[in-house]
């Protein structure tokens, strides 16, 4: 049974070395990452989240929204989102640290949300953009209430002040500001 | 297949059931069985996905949200429906290669019971809570174990047929699948560690996500397709394949090089450029076992009239489209992983394009294959009506090739193409069921076990 024991051996070794080479070695080497002041004696970025931002976090995730929208900007010359204007700087890991789920999604169905917070100048714009009513299918009608879905739930308003939540265009130590 | 056509046990009046076939039957009907309710479910909700507008009445309720929909289609899909198809596949092509006459199929049967209930149970969290932050790993925390234990018992028996089987055969095929199945709860369970258990800091948890699709992906489903496609080539075509000495480097070439193909889809995200390169170099050396695997199975059927042979038997048909449309989502992912070519594909529905290649047009197919030769062996029925797979056949193809085309040429619209699509592989999947189920009964004595739904 020689045969079988290397079978079944390289194979499982065949799944693990991949996660040990990959997973554990960017754990190694992003175990220290935490927050960074932009300049010396600065504030810690990125800052805290306000608690309604993180409540908001979980109606994200819920609803399935990161199966449309991503939230990353890749660097300058690995496609056009510096210049489409998706955000002043690329996403560096540092941008997720204090995040407890990381939501960097793979399609771009809607926009990218990495600086939506950036981009959204009110509250009624940001549930605008939550109905859908540019474009898209308008189908989070239930978070909200009134003939004309005027009256944001409390879901909506967490949703809300979670996507106003996020920016990265602050200077970070991998991705400083020009 | 086993040339033994010996009675089955002393109570049933269907001898042509061999022994190794007739202890199979239970479990077999089980695993099927659900596999093909979860494909109608799965294409029905993929259908839903599809519509730009979904029918008044059930379009303003959460629950239809796009984002759950399409988890919920993509669980059912990838756990529901090739899991339980590839448990009871395999099982029972491990058990024809190495004469293997199953004692204790009842705790496949359990398994497999408590797999589809844990399924049950996420696919329904889904639905009503909400998917998680990871594809394939957005279902309950408390469902892990769970799935994991059914998986061990369900799951590991082509291991089991493969270490106690009482002939020396050895043949690619039996690696393959040997291989496939031990690597799923391994990497299930590290990957669960990884996001919930003792999750990874920030990005790293996106790695290991990465890590875990694309090992589940080529590994356990795509592992298994091709033992499949190595036994059905060499089977149909009643000769050795091409190059077979080739064989063993092209089965530990593309189990070595698999697993490390996963950052490619992680290029220009924020991860450490390191992983990235690893991911477009690992794309790149799978297309070493692409050609050796292409040489073996293409070589053979490109030989003597092989695809003419193929086209004319259901099983092989199916089959040899599925090793063609696995082997090009491979090398497409090769020229994918380019940094420049995929700064233009990243998020868009290319990638989408991929997974519909290599689970839909590749291992699905390997499985519908698969499926028209074990079928009426395990159940003693027979398939029922010829229009019905001429059916399934050209409305699976035409869908799969349609809904290819909506991803691969036109990226981000999901327009009428893909409804159509969705639509043509409902009407299959509803044809390759209703027959399945008439095939998997028809050889159950009346007062004999059902198999269970969902």
Same mark, same amino acid.
């Given at each position: ?17 991949? *996660? ?83 939501? %960097? ?7 990218? %949300? ?65 | ?8 046990? +002393? ?31 799965? @294409? ?64 496949? @049967? ?14 329904? #969290?889904?639905?009503? #809570? ?22 061990? %018992? ?44 003792? +999750? ?76 990235? #390169? ?13 050609? /050796? ?21 259901? @099983? ?30 990243? *998020? ?9 290649? %290599? ?65 043509? /592989? ?24 059902? +198999?269970?739904?969902?």
């Amino acid at each position: 049974m020689k045969n079988f024991r290397y079978l079944v051996l390289g194979a499982l070794a065949a799944t693990a070395l991949p *996660f040990v080479g990959i997973v554990v070695g960017a754990q190694a080497q992003f175990n220290s990452l935490g927050r960074a002041p932009a300049e010396e004696g600065g504030p810690l970025m990125p800052p805290l989240e306000p608690g309604q931002a993180i409540q908001g976090r979980q109606v994200y995730l819920s609803l399935g929204c990161v199966s449309c929208h991503t939230q990353q900007v890749r660097p300058a010359g690995q496609g056009g989102d510096i210049a489409g204007a998706l955000g002043a700087r690329p996403s560096v890991a540092r941008d997720y640290v204090l995040q407890p789920v990381v939501l %960097l999604g793979d399609r771009r169905i809607g926009p990218d %949300l990495a600086n939506y917070g950036v981009r959204a100048k009110a509250d009624a714009d940001v549930h605008l953009a939550i109905l859908h009513k540019v474009g898209g299918r308008d189908q989070f009608g239930f978070l909200y209430s009134g003939a004309n879905h005027e009256i944001p739930s409390e879901r909506a308003v967490m949703l809300a002040a979670y996507l106003r939540s996020l920016r990265q265009d602050y200077s970070s130590p991998e991705a400083p500001l020009k | 297949m086993t040339q033994e056509q010996r009675s089955g046990r +002393p109570d049933e009046d269907r001898s042509r059931l061999s022994r190794i076939d007739a202890p199979l039957r239970a479990p077999f009907l089980l695993l099927f069985g659900s596999a093909a309710l979860w494909l109608m479910l799965s @294409s029905a909700l993929s259908l839903l996905t599809t519509l730009k507008a979904l029918p008044a009445g059930i379009g303003s309720y959460e629950w239809f949200a796009h984002g759950r929909l399409e988890a919920a289609a993509r669980n059912a899909f990838v756990y529901g429906w090739a899991g339980n198809a590839l448990f009871a596949i395999n099982l029972w092509l491990l058990a024809q290669l190495g004469r293997f006459e199953i004692r204790n199929g009842w705790m496949a @049967s359990v398994g497999g019971l408590f797999w589809n209930l844990a399924l049950t149970w996420c696919t329904g #969290s889904v639905i009503v #809570s909400g998917p998680g932050a990871y594809a394939l790993l957005d279902f309950p925390v408390g469902a892990g174990p769970v799935l994991a234990a059914s998986f061990a %018992l369900a799951g590991l028996w082509p291991v089991v047929a493969y270490a106690k089987r009482p002939t020396g055969h050895n043949f690619a095929a039996q690696w393959f699948v040997v291989g496939a199945s031990v690597t799923f709860l391994l990497a299930f369970l590290l990957a669960q560690a990884a996001v919930f258990w003792a +999750p990874a800091s920030g990005v790293v948890q996106a790695v290991a996500h990465s890590w875990y699709v694309r090992t589940v992906h080529l590994l356990w489903l795509g592992g298994s397709a091709l033992g499949l496609g190595y036994y059905f080539v060499s089977k149909v075509l009643a000769r050795p394949l091409h190059a077979y000495y080739l064989a063993s480097v092209a089965f530990w070439t593309y189990f070595l090089f698999a697993g490390w193909t996963a950052p490619a889809s992680l290029i220009g995200s924020p991860v450490p450029l390191w992983i990235q #390169s690893i991911g477009v170099v690992g794309s790149m050396m799978l297309l070493v076992p692409v050609l /050796l695997i292409g040489l073996n199975l293409l070589g053979a059927l490109s030989r003597d009239g092989g695809w003419f042979r193929a086209w004319n038997s259901t @099983s092989l048909r199916f089959i040899s489209i599925g090793i063609v449309s696995l082997l090009a989502s491979l090398a497409i992912a090769a020229w994918a992983s380019d940094r420049s070519v995929n700064a233009g594909l990243r *998020f868009t529905s290319f990638a989408e394009g991929q997974n519909l290649l %290599l689970l839909y047009a590749g291992v699905t197919f390997c499985v519908f294959g698969a499926a028209y030769a074990a079928l009426p062996r395990v159940s003693g029925g027979r398939w029922p009506s010829a229009a019905a797979i001429h059916v399934h056949f050209w409305a699976s193809t035409l869908g799969a090739a349609g809904a290819a085309f909506a991803a691969f040429a036109h990226p981000s619209a999901h327009g009428f193409i893909s409804a159509v699509s969705a639509a043509l /592989l409902l009407i299959g999947h509803l044809a390759f069921a209703s027959t399945a189920f008439a095939a998997l009964l028809s050889g159950v004595p009346a007062g004999e076990s059902q +198999p269970a739904h969902d």
